[in-house]
């Protein structure tokens, strides 16, 4: 069965300094990984893909598949980065979608 | 495109009564998936539908939820008879057919149960 892990539930980083958000899944197939993101008060929306190797924000993920890890890493955390992100694992022939429990990002002025 | 849309936004109940939550996904979204968020589990796959047909409910906890999906652009989740355990934040989103990933998320209902 696939799972998606998030170690931290609440990661607090002085602003300015690097962020890294770690993410490890479990997944028998193929990886399709995603950042989604929830700033306070908005929707819940998606941040990155892994396939399309972007930089959104000046986040950037790299699918590790040696280590079936996926973290979320910025060089200089902005108070604006303050959220709750999730990754997500897409998985089966209906591309069912399964969600890690979250970190809470907290960047200190 | 006022997005997907949820109802109610807030809901509070006392333990045994019916709850129904409600979804209106994107307009020519072929999948439509019902969350539910709380602090210790984070974002849990409850249901989701391809086509208005249920793929996969093994995330429904147990017999009190059900869902619905009479047509491509309504569906419901049913808490009967709730419990305050049920207390959660629960989001419905939805997505395009070949754009696996990205979901777009309605605003959630909270429900809390007394």
């Known amino acids: 069965a696939q799972r998606v892990t998030q170690p931290e539930k609440l990661l607090s980083v002085f602003k300015g300094a690097p962020v890294e958000l770690k993410c490890n899944y479990s997944?028998?197939?193929?990886?399709?990984l995603f950042w989604y993101v929830q700033y306070s008060r908005q929707r819940l929306q998606l941040l990155l893909r892994?396939?399309s190797r972007e930089s959104i924000k000046g986040f950037t993920a790299d699918l590790n598949k040696g280590e079936t890890s996926f973290h979320l890493k910025k060089p200089f955390a902005q108070e604006e980065d303050s959220a709750m992100y999730y990754c997500?694992?897409?998985?089966?022939?209906?591309?069912?979608?399964?969600f890690g429990i979250g970190t809470k990002l907290q960047v200190i002025p | 495109d006022a997005g997907v849309i949820q109802s109610p936004r807030h809901e509070v109940t006392e333990m045994g009564q019916e709850v129904t939550l409600r979804c209106k996904p994107i307009?020519?979204?072929?999948?439509l998936f019902w969350y539910r968020q709380t602090m210790m589990r984070g974002l849990e796959l409850l249901i989701y539908?391809?086509?208005?047909?249920?793929?996969?409910d093994s995330g429904m906890p147990e017999d009190r939820f059900s869902a619905k999906m009479p047509n491509a652009s309504f569906s419901t989740l049913k808490i009967q008879p709730s419990e305050p355990r049920d207390s959660a934040v629960y989001f419905c989103?939805?997505?395009?057919?070949?754009?696996?990933?990205?979901?777009?998320f309605g605003e959630g209902s909270r429900l809390t149960v007394l």
């Open positions: 989103a939805s997505r395009r057919q070949g754009r696996a990933g990205e979901l777009f």
């Open positions: 997944y028998s197939g193929s990886p399709e």
């Open positions: 892994h396939i």
């Open positions: 997500a694992l897409i998985s089966g022939g209906y591309q069912k979608v399964t």
């Open positions: 307009s020519g979204h072929d999948y």
């Open positions: 539908f391809n086509n208005n047909v249920p793929i996969d």
